[in-house]
Structure formats: structure tokens, C-alpha cells
């Protein structure tokens, strides 16, 4: 059975720091592109960062310098580090796993950035 787990959200001030996780199962993780998205209310979904099967990353440029996108293919999870955050970060996380035909969501977890 396939999952992907988000966890480590939560309520943080701004210019605060929150890691995110996603623990991936029921697939063989290391061959996945892994992606964060996220949907703030009332927004579509965007792309926050990516790194594919052989490590290469990419983000939005709305994080880049703040966030870092990693991977454990031993763990079988992802990662995300997110500094300086700013209440514009506020939203649901998602991760998501891509490979050939293959694509895998999880359920989300919720970073809300407020003072």
C-alpha cells in the first residue's frame, strides 16, 4: 500500500523555521522525483521545491535562499527546512512522488506563519 506522510507543521512567527517531512512507503522511494507543493486558501496549488532521483533540486522563486528541499533515501522520506519564514508561506504542504506512469499524493500538512 502506498503512503506519503507529511509532518512538522504547525504555528511559528515570522521569521521562524519549521522542517517538514514525508515518510514514503509501499514504493521504491529512491527512484521518485519528490516534490513539495503547497496551497494557501483560496490560491491553486503551486510547486515550492523538487529534487529528483539522482539529487538535483529546484524551487519557486518565491523560496529560494529560505528553503531546502532534501532526501534520505535510506529513511525513504523527504524533507523540507524552511527559514525566514513569512505569513505569505502560510498554507497546506503537500508531498508528492512522481516516477514513469506513478504519482503519488499525501494529505497535507499545515504550516500557518502569524504573529
Known amino acids: 500500500q502506498v503512503q506519503l506522510v507529511e509532518s512538522g507543521g504547525g504555528l511559528v512567527q515570522p521569521g521562524g523555521s519549521l522542517r517538514l517531512s514525508c515518510a514514503a512507503s509501499g514504493f521504491t522511494f529512491s527512484r521518485y522525483r519528490m516534490t513539495w507543493y503547497r496551497q494557501a486558501p483560496g490560491k491553486e496549488r503551486e510547486l515550492v521545491a523538487a529534487i529528483s532521483a539522482g539529487g538535483n533540486t529546484n524551487y519557486a522563486d518565491s523560496v529560494k535562499g529560505r528553503f531546502t528541499i532534501s532526501r534520505d533515501n535510506a529513511k525513504n522520506t523527504v524533507y523540507l527546512q524552511m527559514n525566514s519564514l513569512k505569513p505569505e508561506d502560510t498554507a497546506v504542504y503537500y508531498c508528492?512522488?512522481?516516477?514513469?506512469?506513478?504519482?503519488?499524493w499525501g494529505k497535507g500538512t499545515t504550516v500557518t506563519v502569524s504573529s
Open positions: 508528492n512522488a512522481v516516477f514513469a506512469f506513478s504519482d503519488y
